[in-house]
């Protein structure tokens, strides 16, 4: 079984074919990016299940967690995004938080371009420096929101309003499955620097079209 199968099959799917118990085999087949890796290599989509929405909440955060942590591997923050070289890179939670025990499980242990992974939940906006990727978790006003986030913060949501409202990155399930839609313009203006790997595994990107 190829790279491009064995992930799909063991973590891919949130409905009927999910056979994996979470824990520490889970948690490794996250946090090495295989996930992404799956998708770029050509499988397309993770399957999870029937049309509708996924019957296993649990599974779904553990992927969208792999998400989280994949987007700081396909992400470019200039040097004055961080305290100093020492400074981890941090994906703070902002307002209600989805994701429970199962982030701090997948972020453990977790270095990216020699910073450390690190997950802080706040209730208020981030001061400048504290946090390199911003999940806004159920805003009440998104452009409210967003207008309180300093530059160079990738900022992500479950909310369908976000990326319309300058957000840059917006999870839905489609299909059973977890996509993401991008505003790369956005992205741009705050600072970063997006992949064109992750470009092309996004459901839709908004802004500039995608390099050839």
Request: some cysteine; overall charge neutral; glycine content about 10%.
């Amino acid at each position: 079984m190829g790279l491009a199968q064995q992930p799909l099959e063991l973590i891919g799917c949130i409905g009927q074919r999910t056979r994996i118990v979470p824990g520490v085999a889970l948690r490794r087949f996250l946090s090495i990016g295989t996930i992404l890796a799956a998708l770029l290599i050509g499988q397309g989509e993770l399957r999870c299940g029937e049309a509708g929405e996924p019957k296993d909440q649990t599974l779904e955060y553990r992927v969208k967690a792999a998400f989280l942590l994949n987007f700081t591997k396909f992400t470019e923050w200039p040097e004055v995004a961080f305290g100093d070289a020492k400074s981890p890179l941090s994906i703070c939670i902002l307002g209600t938080d989805p994701f429970g025990h199962i982030l701090d499980q997948t972020l453990e242990g977790e270095v990216v371009n020699s910073r450390r992974v690190v997950v802080e939940r706040i209730q208020s906006a981030p001061p400048l420096k504290a946090c390199q990727v911003l999940f806004v978790g159920k805003p009440e006003d998104v452009a409210k929101t967003l207008a309180t986030v300093g530059p160079n913060v990738l900022t992500v949501s479950e909310d369908e309003a976000f990326i319309r409202g300058g957000g840059m990155i917006y999870f839905l399930i489609e299909g059973g499955r977890v996509r993401f839609d991008i505003n790369q313009t956005v992205a741009e203006t705050a600072g970063l620097k997006l992949s064109s790997k992750l470009l092309k595994v996004a459901r839709q990107v908004h802004g500039k079209p995608l390099e050839q």
